[in-house]
């Protein structure tokens, strides 16, 4: 069974830039200005991941452009940009604009749309690689929203808390399925993005949802299940809200579901498989890239490093 390791790149990124945008150390900077915190960030993150996951493909996936999600709720995560410093999202942008330009230099494979989020793309290339019954998936990212996506051949590997999601340690967990996660995450909301139901966290939307099934079909005999306080929540929530709110959570996932944006899907598909084929670089080169960047410390680690990044080294 071949492994494919889909990174959620953009997650890994705002998580390294985060950590130390506050602390003494600060960003890392290269002599001529350029911050690598988000570069360094990634590569560790991913040699991390190669000593407890095997696979054999690792692929990159960021966010491209304003999401279609913004085309059905104007404000989708403006509360979320509003509560950054001024310039951090263009620091932020542009620390990942310098990952991506050093993975090319390493051949290694990335994947966007123009119009969808990382999590789209996380779900559109699960799906498409486990069409090879030969395949199996794993996401890189803490986002639990990706647990949407889990499936007999699709888990996700928590890189900040060193811990692996299936399909059946998360039933386990929340006794629910995966697919309803999307109709936890309409009920319980998140900040910036999906409103939900106000007073409804993820415990209560779980047991809604063992009862009913789907947010979108929550009945009056479901909620005189739940405790009058409980119940009272729903009063003034439309059966259009609750629809609205899982659109907006729901992560795409077959190309059929993607309208205006499928031309560009396949093209960028396309694109991927052209790259996937082209992974063996000489050291001598692998080197002045890293020097490039004045990743002095990492050099010495080129081999494990490209090993991590399933790039051959000659």
């Known amino acids: 069974m071949a492994g494919i390791l889909l990174v959620d790149g953009n997650y890994l990124a705002w998580r390294h830039f985060m950590a130390v945008e506050h602390s003494k150390q600060g960003q890392l900077t290269t002599s001529y200005g350029l911050g690598t915190t988000v570069l360094s960030g990634c590569l560790e993150s991913i040699v991390k991941a190669h000593k407890e996951i095997k696979y054999d493909l690792v692929v990159f996936i960021w966010d491209k452009g304003a999401s279609w999600r913004k085309a059905i709720n104007t404000s989708y995560k403006d509360e979320r940009k509003k509560n950054l410093e001024e310039g951090t999202q263009d620091r932020v942008a542009q620390q990942i604009e310098s990952a991506q330009v050093m993975l090319d230099q390493l051949r ?45 051949r699709i888990a996700v590997y928590d890189a900040k808390a060193g811990k692996y999601h299936t399909n059946e340690s998360f039933r386990a967990q929340y006794d629910i399925e995966p697919e309803q996660w999307t109709s936890v995450k309409a009920l319980a909301g998140k900040p910036g993005e999906v409103p939900g139901v106000h007073g409804v966290g993820k415990t209560t939307a779980q047991k809604i949802i063992k009862v009913c099934g789907d947010a979108r079909g929550i009945t009056k005999a479901h909620l005189d299940q739940l405790s009058p306080s409980k119940a009272k929540l729903f009063d003034n929530i439309s059966e259009e809200e609750l629809t609205l709110w899982w ?67 000659i």
């Open 108 to 152: 290694v494979p990335q994947f966007y749309v123009k119009g969808l989020e990382g999590d789209d793309c996380l779900g559109l290339l699960a799906h498409y690689f486990i069409q090879d019954p030969n395949n199996f998936v794993t996401l890189l990212s803490s986002d639990q929203d990706l647990y949407q996506l889990l499936d007999d």
């Open 247 to 313: 659109n907006l959570s729901y992560i795409l996932r077959h190309p059929d579901e993607l309208g205006g944006y499928r031309e560009a899907y396949d093209d960028r598909l396309n694109d991927l498989n052209a790259a996937i084929g082209i992974r063996e670089l000489a050291e001598p080169y692998v080197v002045e890239v890293f020097r490039r960047y004045e990743l002095e410390g990492k050099i010495s680690r080129v081999r494990a490093i490209c090993a991590a990044l399933k790039v051959s080294v």
